[in-house]
């Protein structure tokens, strides 16, 4: 059996460039869609989602950037590939797009085969990223993904979806590296916690950012919940300095160099179970899961 082309969204406003980059590419033997604005965009990720992103920063109704984080917000696309494809040089623009998550920043003119060769590794990263998180070595999205489709029509078992609230400010304030720090704790407490107190055929994965999936039987789900909750927020206190630990937030300066107080992270935990509710796809289980989280806050 033939395997699926892989699918790529060009944004680019300039009519020729999206031209050129459809042909190449399709050329190439890639599936090609094209969006003009950033909302179109966005858009059409919602109904078809690519397998990487090739994108400019300037367009007629809103950046780039713009794009990326509303991309990055979205549980469908938080871990699509993304390529900036722009004329912006400057430092503090090729930071702000690998702050927001592209996986590469390429300034026009530009080099074909370059760009090629980019988008083939990229596509490669994400596929071997999508079977082991790099950060935390538990299985990745679509392992899950796999995981949660077997649910279907089955009759007992719970997802339990695992966030750590606050992460995306704690990486702002202490970057990246102490974020990834982060992640790992929690990937091996919540495991931790499972080969104490779960079922023997409990499954934990990680869905990229900072959510995590725990599947396993109903009559587990409360004792987990409260074991993961309260371990989560105890240890991920101890990432912050004393100061900050202390007096329970952390400063923040703005644009305008105002300082704003932001909660120290947090865990929550939504819940659902086959007992409740019927699904008809692995994906409506997790969206499920995500509105139910609950979870005590960090001191504010």
């Given amino acids: 059996m033939r395997s699926r082309k892989h699918r790529i969204l060009v944004v680019e406003d300039d009519l020729d460039t999206s031209d050129m980059l459809r042909a190449y590419f399709e050329a190439q033997g890639y599936e090609v869609m094209t969006a003009a604005w950033g909302n179109d965009a966005l858009q059409l990720c919602e109904g078809t989602v690519p397998d ?90 679509q392992v899950v993904m796999e995981r949660l489709e077997q649910l279907l029509g089955r009759g007992d078992w719970a997802v339990m979806q695992i966030s750590i609230q606050g992460l995306d400010v704690f990486k702002e304030a202490y970057g990246f590296v102490a974020g990834d720090d982060v992640l790992r704790a929690v990937g091996l407490i919540i495991s931790n916690v499972v080969e104490e107190a779960g079922a023997l055929e409990d499954f934990v994965g990680h869905m990229g950012m900072a959510d995590f999936v725990l599947i396993t039987v109903p009559s587990k789900t ?52 086959a007992e409740k509710s019927s699904f008809g796809t692995a994906m409506e289980i997790w969206d499920a899961a995500k509105q139910q989280q609950r979870g005590p806050r960090a001191a504010n």
Avoid: H, W
């Fill in 52 to 141: 990487l992103i090739i994108q400019d920063i300037r367009l007629p109704d809103i950046n780039g950037y713009e794009v990326a984080k509303q991309l990055r917000r979205n549980v469908r696309t938080q871990q699509v590939p993304l390529i900036f494809l722009t004329e912006k040089r400057e430092r503090a623009d090729r930071i702000a797009g690998l702050k927001l998550g592209a996986v590469d920043y390429i300034t026009k003119p530009f080099d074909m085969q370059e760009l090629r060769l980019r988008v083939r590794n990229a596509l490669r990263r994400a596929s071997l990223e999508s079977l082991v998180s790099p950060v935390t070595g538990l299985p990745g999205e």
């Fill in 222 to 273: 409360e004792e987990l919940r409260q074991k993961i909750v309260t371990r989560l927020n105890r240890a991920v206190s101890y990432f912050y300095p004393i100061k900050d630990r202390e007096r329970g937030f952390v400063r923040l300066k703005g644009d305008s160099g105002e300082g704003r107080r932001v909660p120290l992270m947090s865990a929550a935990i939504g819940c659902v179970t």
